[in-house]
């Protein structure tokens, strides 16, 4: 079974400050891919990136940027410089490769960015 | 182009009664997905269709939930007689498939918030 455990469930910082949210996976396929969304208060999901299991580059999107570690099994997710308006529900989400479409979505961290 | 798109955003229903939701997916895309988030939750997948047809219908809770999709266009998933503990957001998400899977990211609609006294 598949399983993705999103351990902190609000985090709140200060405008301008870096943050982290974590990310960790359970799977028994070689192959799989990662997902983040972002949730603002509006309500729709908001696709951010999409990594292959195979493909353990980091990757720098702006202020965001992603550290997957497939060692430890994690994917986390980096806010550098963060504005008001990062203010979101983040979820971290896993799907099989082939067979089975399905995406297994952790609970979600709840970011508020303080002006 | 346009996005996924639901209705209704909002459907308040009373106990016992049937409710459909629709979703209109992204023009092009053939594997479309239902899921539900109940309040404060992530998100619980329900169905996905390729085309007209559902290889996976694990999620669905109950046999009061069915879906069904007519040509590879618009989907509705009915609830029959509602259940207070069906009350969540419903939201539906389309990608395309090709060589047999899907590959591609899912995209999202606004969802329906279902709300049952």
């Known amino acids: 079974a598949q399983k993705v455990t999103q351990a902190q469930t609000e985090i709140s910082v200060v405008e301008k400050e870096d943050v982290t949210l974590d990310c960790v996976y359970e799977t028994r396929d070689t192959t799989y891919y990662l997902f983040w969304y972002k949730q603002p208060p509006s309500g729709e999901l908001v696709f951010l990136i999409r990594r292959n299991s195979f493909d353990e580059q980091n990757e720098i999107s702006g202020r965001y940027s992603w550290n997957f570690q497939k060692s430890t099994s994690s994917f986390n997710f980096t806010i550098t410089a963060s504005q008001v308006v990062d203010s979101a529900v983040y979820f971290c989400a896993l799907r099989q490769s082939f067979g089975n479409e399905k995406l297994t979505f952790g609970t979600g961290t709840r970011l508020t960015i303080i002006p | 182009g346009a996005g996924v798109s639901q209705s209704p955003s909002n459907k308040v229903t009373e106990k016992g009664k049937d409710v459909e939701l629709r979703c209109d997916p992204i023009?092009?895309?053939?594997?479309l997905y239902w899921y539900r988030q109940r309040l404060g939750q992530g998100l619980e997948f329900l169905i996905y269709f390729q085309g007209n047809s559902a290889p996976d219908k694990s999620g669905l809770p109950s046999d009061r939930f069915s879906a069904e999709r007519t040509g590879e266009s618009v989907s509705t998933l009915t609830i029959q007689r509602t259940q207070q503990e069906d009350s969540a957001v419903y939201l539906c998400?389309?990608?395309?498939?090709?060589?047999?899977?899907?590959?591609?990211?899912?995209?999202f609609g606004p969802g329906t918030r279902l709300t049952v006294l």
């Open positions: 998400a389309s990608s395309y498939w090709t060589g047999g899977r899907s590959t591609d990211t899912q995209y």
């Open positions: 023009s092009g895309h053939t594997a």
